[in-house]
């Protein structure tokens, strides 16, 4: 069965887009079939995450009616089935972003995960994401007006019937003027599915525009990434380089 996933945020500028990348891109290296779609189409980047600027069609024609999503479909050498959004405003036009949800149904019903990643707000692109979603993840950095725009989009999600699946700490120093873990539970009454740090390598992947965990997997951001991947996959994460004391305890489990 196909899952629909949409990862949400209140702003931009949280990681969303990167998250979304590395998390597709390490679930097809697990064998899974995977397509993301950009949904946001004013600030559209999905594709630049994946080396590649241009693409012929994009989402934009298919919600026109001007083409296929097959045909606005690259398949990037990760695996991973990239649709991407049109780089170019004029293109918004004759786009009914309504027509998210019913475009997408039937399509994809041979692929085990289909990302979204939605336009950050809570505006007309962002709640169209959210409609077309059947589980939603949110991502934010731990400081307090992210955490509020969580409880926002907690409660649309929540009315929209969209099962919630947790919030992904981004951009995460450790830091003593960060939110701690405690307060931001109280808060936001979700399960934390995983703590990304910050770190520097997120930057250097997309200057050698390729997802951080195609080609670094020992780094922190990898190791934390991989294993949200493993949690949604259903499998147990097993760390790259972590020694076969590591290995045979996560074997250990994985059979018990």
């Known amino acids: 069965m196909t899952r629909t996933i949409g990862l949400m945020s209140g702003?931009?500028?949280v990681g969303k887009t990167t998250i979304t990348s590395n998390l597709s891109t390490i679930l097809a290296k697990k064998e899974k079939k995977v397509t993301v779609l950009d949904c946001n189409f004013t600030t559209s980047h999905l594709l630049?995450?994946?080396g590649k600027v241009y693409h012929p069609k994009t989402l934009n024609d298919v919600l026109k009616g001007e083409s296929s999503m097959d045909e606005a479909t690259y398949l990037n050498y990760t695996g991973v089935r990239v649709v991407p959004a049109s780089l170019d405003l004029s293109d918004m036009m004759g786009v009914d972003v309504k027509m998210l949800g019913s475009k997408i149904e039937n399509?994809?019903?041979?692929?085990?995960?289909?990302?979204?990643?939605?336009?950050?707000?809570f505006g007309r692109e962002s709640i169209s994401g959210m409609m077309a979603s059947n589980?939603?993840?949110?991502?934010?950095?731990?400081?307090?007006p992210d955490?509020?725009?969580?409880?926002?989009?907690?409660t649309i999600l929540e009315d929209l019937g969209v099962d919630?699946?947790?919030v992904v700490l981004n951009k995460v120093t450790g830091k003593k003027f960060e939110l701690p873990d405690e307060e931001i539970l109280e808060l936001i009454e979700l399960p934390?599915?995983?703590?990304?740090?910050?770190?520097?390598?997120?930057?250097?992947?997309?200057?050698?525009?390729?997802?951080?965990?195609?080609?670094?997997?020992k780094s922190r951001v990898s190791k934390e990434l991989h294993r949200l991947a493993s949690t949604l996959a259903g499998d147990n994460y097993i760390p790259a380089g972590g020694g076969i004391l590591n290995t045979l305890s996560?074997?250990?489990k994985r059979w018990s």
Do not use: C
């Open 48 to 50: 630049m995450h994946f």
């Open 107 to 121: 399509i994809f019903q041979d692929q085990d995960f289909v990302f979204l990643d939605n336009a950050a707000g």
């Open 192 to 217: 934390i599915l995983a703590k990304i740090p910050f770190d520097y390598k997120v930057m250097e992947s997309l200057g050698l525009k390729t997802p951080l965990t195609f080609y670094d997997k």
């Open 147 to 154: 955490i509020t725009d969580i409880i926002r989009g907690k």
């Open 250 to 252: 996560a074997l250990v």
């Open 164 to 166: 919630i699946l947790g």
């Open 11 to 13: 702003k931009g500028g």
């Open 135 to 144: 589980e939603a993840i949110l991502v934010a950095t731990p400081y307090l």
